[in-house]
């Protein structure tokens, strides 16, 4: 069913905490080797340009073949978020380009992470707001045509790049691909995240050293 609208509550620390692991190398991988690789979208929603964010997500479903332009998601995100929308895989329909970007950038929302399709890479790399999506096409949705924009629901649960994705959930989205973190088990998992993070970097400090994999076997246990 579609024109349902929810809102969910914000946890601001708590996206500090996934914003501080962040700044880390590799971030989406860290996050997906310590949720036991559970939570990664499919490997075809890449961003269009290099780019990381986090974010709580405000999540968009669409009616696949009917695609409208999610401005409503606009009215109702707040900063921090990240907007995620089910746009039925649709590679040949753009649901997002540059003006929908820069408000959006208003507002404080962090990117967006589209099942489906983009456009105005340049504007969007210009102002560095972030999208993550199947393709990019020129082609827009039927909206700017019909005015037609509410035919869609917000904050409801969704499915993006083959992960569920509830309203909420955080989102840990770079240059390899996107990650879901269930708000569930978010204060756990971004713990974990943070310790694989500290103990990656000092890895990388005895890499620098010229230690053997032996070595680094045996201090760490890992690689």
């Known amino acids: ?24 190398f590799s971030a989406a991988a860290v996050f997906a080797d310590v949720q036991y690789r559970q939570g990664v979208m499919d490997s075809a929603i890449k961003p269009a340009f290099r780019a990381k964010v986090t974010g709580q997500a405000i999540t968009v479903q669409l009616s696949q073949g009917d695609l409208v332009d999610p401005l409503k998601a606009l009215e109702m995100g707040q900063a921090g978020d990240v907007i995620v929308v089910d746009a039925g895989g649709d590679l040949n329909t753009s649901v997002v380009g540059g003006l929908m970007g820069g408000l959006a950038l208003n507002r404080g929302i962090r990117g967006m992470v589209v099942d489906g399709a983009g456009r105005d890479t340049d504007e969007l790399e210009d102002i560095n707001w972030p999208i993550w999506t199947r393709a990019i096409t020129p082609r827009g949705t039927h909206t700017m045509f019909s005015d037609r924009k509410e035919e869609l629901s917000i904050n409801v649960p969704i499915q993006c790049g083959g992960v569920v994705v509830n309203p909420g959930d955080f989102i840990v989205a770079d240059l ?12 756990e998992v971004v713990k974990l995240a943070q310790e694989q993070a500290d103990r990656e970097e000092e890895t990388r400090k005895w890499v620098a050293k010229g230690k053997t ?11």
């Open 176 to 187: 390899m691909g996107v990650i879901v973190v269930p708000l569930d088990t978010a204060e």
């Open 1 to 24: 069913m579609l024109k349902i609208y929810n809102e969910f509550k914000r946890n601001p620390d708590l996206l500090a905490k996934f914003d501080k692991v962040l700044s880390c």
């Open 213 to 223: 994999v032996e070595d680094l076997l045996n201090e760490f246990g890992r690689i």
